[in-house]
C-alpha cells in the first residue's frame, strides 16, 4: 500500500479489529434460538398501500394498523409530494398513484397539504390513467377505470399446452403464481366492497370512461405492435368464449394455485400471489371459514413488520438468504466453523433443504432430483437457484462430514439447472423467452427469468469450490457464458442486486474460483472499471438509476454494502494491497453505524424487477461490510493473498 505508514497500518488494524468485534457480536445477538437469522426486507409504497386495499376489497378492515401504515407511507413520501421507487429516486406514478389512494381510503383529507403535492405530481406524470398495468387492476377492482383498462388476460390461457406461444409454463415463477389467480380476477370482475366509498377520481387528468386506447406501445417495436393488435382482436372474442370452457379454465386456475397456497408461508411466498389468491377465492365464493382462505388471510398478516420506528409490509421474507450470508460473513470475520453460532444456523439451513417435491422448475428436468433451497421458510414449489449455491458453499466451507449428503444434492440440483446458453436462471430453465415481454400485460419488463450473471457466478463459485476445475462442463460453459455477457466498459450487470457493482463482484469472484488468470486484459478490464468507479470518500455507490443504461454512469452516494461488494470483487482479483481497497477498508471502518450494529445505509441496494421493483434488504449492511472487512483481515496476515473460496 503506497503510502502507508506503519502508524496508518497499526491503526487501521487496530479499527478493524474493534470493528469486527463490534459487528460479529451483533450479528450473534440476532440469531435465533434454532440457529437462523432474519432482517427486514422492504419494499417502496405499493405494498402497504396493497395491503390496505386488501383489506377494503373483504371489508375486513383494520383501523389501528391501516393508520400506521399510513403513517409509514407518509414518512417516506417525498417533499415535492410523490413516492419513489427507491430511496432518493424520482418519483414514480403508479408509487404515488397507490400510495394517495391508500391514504384517502384510511381517512386522509385530500385537501390536505401532502395530498394536495401528491396529486399535483401525478398530474404531472400524466394522471392515474399513465399508471402502469398492475396498478390499473387495483384501480379495476375499485371501479375507478373500466376493466377496458386493463390488458386481456383470457383465464383460458390457464388451458395452453406448453408448445403454445403464450403458456403459464413460460411465464417465471413470480409470474404463473401471480397471474393464476389474477386471470379469475379479470374473468370474473369483482368489485370491491370499499365500505368507506373512497373514490379518487381526482388523479386522472382524463375521465376514465372517455379514454379508447389503454394499451400502449412503449416500446416501439413490431412485436408490441402485434400484440396490441391481439389484444384488441381478443378483446372482440372473449365475451363469446364457451361458459363451459371459461368454467374449466377457472377451475384450471384454481387447482393451480390452491395446490401452491404453501401454508402460512403463503403462495409463492410474495405478497402480490398471497393477495390475489385470497381475492380470487372470495370472488368465487368460498366460506370465510375456509381453512385455506383462513390459512391464505394469515399469511398476508405475516408479512406485517414493527420495523425501525414504523410498521409496514414486507413483500416477502428472507431467512434462508440472511443466514446463509450472514455465516459467511461470520466465517470470515474469524468465526470457527464448528462453533455454535456457525453450526445451528448450518444445522437449520439443513433442515429447510427441499428434497421430495418436483416444483416447477422440474417441468424442464424432469429426471432431475429436488436437492435446492427457497429464499423465504417455506416455499417448496420454488427452490432458488442462487440460494442454493450460497447455501452450498457456506456448508462447504465448514469441512463438516455431516452436511455431505446435503451439498452433494444441491451440486447435482444446480448442474441440472443450468440452462442452454451455460448460464443459470434463478428459479427455471430456458425461461427466456423475450418476446413475451412484448404483451402489454408485461409493461414491467419482467415476466421472464433468464440466465443472468450473478446469479450464475454463484453457482460457478460453488462448483469450482467442490473441486471441478475449468474443464467440468458446467463450469466450462458457465463462464463462457460470463465472458459473453461482460458490458464493453469491462463491468457486468447485477440483476438482483444494485447494480454493476454487485454483478462484477460476483463475476471476479466465480473467476477467481475456477483458477482463471486474474491478469487476463478482460479481468483486469473488470478491475479498471470498478476503481474508476469508486468515490472521493474510498467508498463506493450506484443507484437504482443505473438500470437506465443512459445513467450508468451517473455518480451516487457511498454506500456499506456497495463498498463491500467492490472490495471484495478487487481481492478477489488479486488487489489486496492496491491503494483503492485500503482506501474501502478505512470508508468501511469510519463508516457511521447503528445501535444494532448495521452500519447506516437508507439506500436500496437490491431489486425484484428493475426499473420497476425495487429492494432494501436491511441486513446488507451488516454482514456484507463484516465480511468484506473480514476477508481484508484475513488476507492481509496470509502469506499468499488469494481468496480461496467461491464468494
Not at 428459479?427 to 419482467?446: M, Q, V
Request: hydrophobic share 40%; glycine share 8%.
Amino acid at each position: 500500500m503506497s503510502g502507508e505508514t506503519m502508524a496508518d497500518s497499526s491503526h487501521l488494524t487496530d479499527q478493524l479489529d474493534a470493528v469486527l468485534s463490534d459487528a460479529m457480536t451483533s450479528l450473534k445477538k440476532r440469531q435465533q434460538t434454532d440457529g437462523h437469522l432474519i432482517f427486514d426486507l422492504e419494499a417502496d409504497a405499493t405494498i402497504p398501500a396493497e395491503y390496505i386495499f386488501l383489506n377494503h376489497f373483504l371489508d375486513e378492515c383494520e383501523p389501528e394498523l391501516e393508520a400506521e401504515l399510513a403513517s409509514y407511507l407518509r414518512s417516506i413520501q417525498q417533499e415535492g409530494g410523490g413516492w419513489p421507487l427507491y430511496h432518493g429516486g424520482a418519483p414514480d406514478l403508479s408509487a404515488s398513484v397507490k400510495a394517495y389512494f391508500a391514504l384517502k381510503i384510511t381517512g386522509d383529507d385530500p385537501d390536505a397539504p401532502h395530498m394536495t403535492k401528491a396529486r399535483d405530481v401525478i398530474h404531472g406524470l400524466g394522471g392515474a390513467e399513465k399508471s402502469n398495468v398492475f396498478t390499473r387492476y387495483a384501480l379495476a377492482l375499485f371501479g375507478e377505470v373500466p376493466w377496458r383498462a386493463v390488458p386481456v388476460m383470457p383465464v383460458e390461457l390457464m388451458l395452453m399446452p406448453r408448445w403454445f406461444p403464450v403458456s403459464m409454463a413460460r411465464f417465471s415463477y413470480w409470474s404463473r403464481t401471480v397471474i393464476a389467480p389474477l386471470l379469475i380476477l379479470a374473468a370474473l370482475k369483482p368489485k370491491a366492497i370499499n365500505p368507506t366509498g373512497t373514490r379518487v377520481q381526482e388523479l386522472f387528468v382524463r375521465p376514465p370512461e372517455t379514454i379508447r386506447h389503454w394499451q400502449q406501445n412503449p416500446t416501439g417495436s413490431f412485436a408490441g405492435f402485434a400484440f396490441i393488435q391481439l389484444d384488441k382482436i381478443l378483446r372482440i372474442v372473449e365475451p363469446v368464449f364457451p361458459k363451459r370452457i371459461r368454467q374449466k379454465a377457472i377451475d384450471r386456475a384454481l387447482s393451480f394455485f390452491t395446490e401452491r397456497l404453501n401454508g402460512e408461508d403463503g403462495l409463492g411466498a410474495i405478497f402480490p400471489a398471497m393477495a390475489n389468491a385470497v381475492m380470487a377465492m372470495e370472488a368465487l365464493g368460498v366460506p370465510k371459514n375456509d381453512p385455506a382462505l383462513q390459512t391464505a388471510k394469515k399469511s398476508i398478516k405475516l408479512l406485517v413488520t414493527k420495523g425501525e420506528g414504523e410498521t409496514f409490509v414486507q413483500p416477502c421474507l428472507s431467512p434462508i438468504w440472511d443466514t446463509s450470508l450472514t455465516a459467511h460473513a461470520l466465517l470470515e470475520a474469524g468465526e470457527s466453523p464448528m462453533s455454535d453460532s456457525v453450526k445451528s444456523a448450518c444445522d437449520w439451513l439443513v433442515s429447510k433443504q427441499i428434497l421430495d417435491v418436483r416444483g416447477d422448475w422440474a417441468d424442464n428436468a424432469p429426471e432431475l432430483r429436488p436437492g435446492g433451497w427457497a429464499f423465504q421458510y417455506n416455499n417448496a414449489h420454488y427452490p432458488d437457484v442462487d440460494d442454493t449455491a450460497v447455501v452450498g458453499m457456506l456448508l462447504h466451507r465448514t469441512q463438516n462430514p455431516a452436511y455431505e449428503e446435503a451439498i452433494a444434492r444441491a451440486e447435482e440440483w444446480i448442474i441440472g439447472m443450468q440452462s442452454s446458453n451455460g448460464g443459470w436462471g434463478a428459479f427455471d430453465i430456458d425461461n427466456d423467452d423475450d418476446y413475451l415481454n412484448y404483451i402489454p400485460f408485461a409493461d414491467h419488463g419482467a415476466l421472464l427469468d433468464p440466465p443472468t450473471e450473478d446469479v450464475s457466478a454463484r453457482c460457478i463459485s460453488f462448483l469450482a469450490q467442490l473441486g471441478h476445475g475449468r474443464d467440468h462442463p458446467a463450469i466450462k460453459r458457465g463462464v463462457e457464458y460470463l465472458k459473453s455477457q461482460q458490458q464493453e466498459d469491462g463491468s457486468w450487470y447485477g440483476r438482483w442486486g444494485t447494480n454493476y457493482v454487485y454483478g462484477t463482484w460476483s463475476v471476479l469472484s466465480a473467476l477467481n474460483a475456477v483458477g482463471e488468470d486474474m491478469s487476463a486484459p478482460y479481468v483486469q478490464k473488470a478491475v479498471a472499471w470498478l476503481k474508476s468507479r469508486q468515490n472521493p470518500d474510498g467508498g463506493w455507490g450506484e443507484s437504482g438509476d443505473s438500470y437506465y443504461s443512459h445513467m450508468k454512469s451517473d455518480p451516487a452516494p457511498s454506500t456499506p454494502s456497495q463498498t463491500a461488494w467492490a472490495l471484495m470483487g478487487l481481492m478477489a482479483a488479486g488487489a489486496v494491497d492496491d491503494a483503492s481497497v485500503h482506501k474501502g477498508v478505512e470508508n468501511l471502518t469510519a463508516h457511521k453505524r447503528t445501535d444494532d450494529g448495521r452500519w447506516e445505509e437508507p439506500w436500496y441496494n437490491a431489486v425484484g424487477f428493475p426499473r420497476v421493483f425495487y429492494l432494501r434488504y436491511h441486513g446488507y449492511s451488516h454482514f456484507f461490510p463484516t465480511w468484506a472487512l473480514g476477508r481484508y483481515r484475513k488476507l492481509m496476515q496470509a502469506n499468499e493473498k488469494k481468496v480461496p473460496w467461491g464468494m
